[in-house]
């Protein structure tokens, strides 16, 4: 049983850290709503309200409209502590010579850091040993949120450190990544942390009491996945490495508010050049304004490059009746793939590929993978279409061409 007085320490961590809306509706159902003043994360904004004015029912309207505006955003989150320091070159270099994710390297040197033996963490963590293994010798394999959790109150993290082991796990924000503030869940971790209470059974008890569930870690790691090779070790790491930094796909409704933030493209122009292009083209097609359409970009670019429709095509392996279409049917829009073997084919930069891609209504996203992918080799300057494929077909992504 819960003891009273830890209970009440509990509730009021939350009431000073958490926003989340399930932690509010709880209050409220219990006749005791949230004094949002209290929120950590609302006190420049009460100083800011308060300035001139003084407290009015005004200004706690507002209060309760920022607290409801940072709920429903899907631009950004807010977290506890500071943000972990971000992963430095130097690290990640480090990351491909010893063929260990950033995450198995940072728990291993917290292990040795604590005295910990894998069999004595693994008892303590309520996890299989096996899970050191797993994380030793697939570079790619990271464990759960909540395994993580236990293994961080099973070697007595202090919040920074915890926090820093969290920031290693790839389907962490790389930008900014500690326990949420408006997720629930997470602020009642962070409250162990806080607190140096280091008691696994006690934690389960507590989130069970919440309605969550508890850090009993269910993870198999006896089912291990085929592994793949590819005949250039060297250039898999460096698109490992491309992806770690640029990749990210994690849904905004899986994780409340912390991943919520917007696809974005890689480089210029932004994804909202799709439906603005079609705007704007269809504007001056009515008026009689030439130049706006994929096809005037194409052979624009065709022409700076001093090549001829059947280089391009052959070089893209495309079917000629493919230019057909793009020259003689003015509102024909090639699909993403068969831009992007043109983009390889031409050698276009940067610039020029996107460019092009958004006249057909594209971008090249950091939500996709093999967007990301095709980054890697269009910022290298590595144009042979046999070797993206190749490397695409090995991460499993469609690939490029007709």
């Known amino acids: 049983m819960i003891e009273p007085e830890l209970l009440a320490q509990v509730e009021d961590y939350l009431e000073r850290y958490c926003f989340d809306k399930c932690w509010l509706e709880y209050r409220e159902k219990l006749g005791k709503p949230v004094n949002l003043r209290r929120l950590v994360i609302a006190e420049n904004v009460i100083g800011q309200f308060e300035s001139d004015t003084g407290r009015t029912p005004e200004t706690d309207k507002a209060l309760a409209d920022f607290v409801k505006s940072l709920q429903e955003s899907g631009l950004f989150s807010t977290s506890l502590g500071d943000a972990p320091p971000p992963i430095t070159d130097a690290e990640r270099a480090k990351t491909l010579e010893t ?121 198999d790691f006896t089912a291990r996945p085929a592994t793949k090779s590819f005949h250039d070790a060297g250039l898999i790491d460096r698109i490992d490495l491309y992806i770690e930094k640029n990749f990210h796909d994690m849904p905004a409704a899986n994780r409340g508010l912390k991943y919520s933030y917007s696809v974005a493209p890689l480089g210029e122009p932004a994804e909202s050049l799709k439906t603005f292009e079609v705007i704007v083209r269809a504007l001056k097609d009515k008026i009689g304004i030439a130049g706006t359409h994929f096809s005037d970009c194409l052979y624009k670019l065709i022409k700076q490059k001093n090549l001829t429709d059947v280089e391009v095509y052959k070089r893209a392996h495309l079917d000629r009746r493919i230019f057909s279409k793009i020259r003689n049917e003015k509102g024909y829009m090639p699909s993403k793939k068969t831009v992007l073997a043109i983009v390889f084919a031409m050698k276009l930069d940067f610039k020029a590929a996107n460019t092009l891609l958004a006249r057909a209504g594209y971008a090249l996203s950091e939500g996709r993978k093999e967007d990301v992918i095709a980054a890697y080799f269009i910022d290298n300057q590595i144009y042979d279409l046999f070797l993206i494929n190749e490397v695409l077909d090995y991460y499993d992504c469609p690939i490029i061409g007709d």
């Open 99 to 219: 063929h260990r994710n950033y995450f198995a390297n940072y728990l291993f040197a917290l292990m040795e850091q604590k005295n910990l033996s894998e069999a004595d963490l693994a008892a303590k963590a309520r996890v299989d040993v096996a899970l050191f293994d797993k994380l030793r010798n697939e570079k790619s394999y990271t464990p759960s949120e909540r395994t993580i959790w236990a293994l961080a109150l099973a070697m007595g993290l202090d919040f920074d450190a915890a926090n820093n082991l969290m920031s290693r796990a790839p389907y962490a924000n790389p930008l900014h990544y500690c326990l949420a503030a408006n997720v629930m869940e997470e602020v009642l971790i962070a409250f162990f942390l806080d607190k140096g209470v280091y008691d696994l059974t006690l934690a389960d008890e507590i989130l069970t009491h919440y309605g969550f569930e508890t850090l009993e870690v269910r993870e």
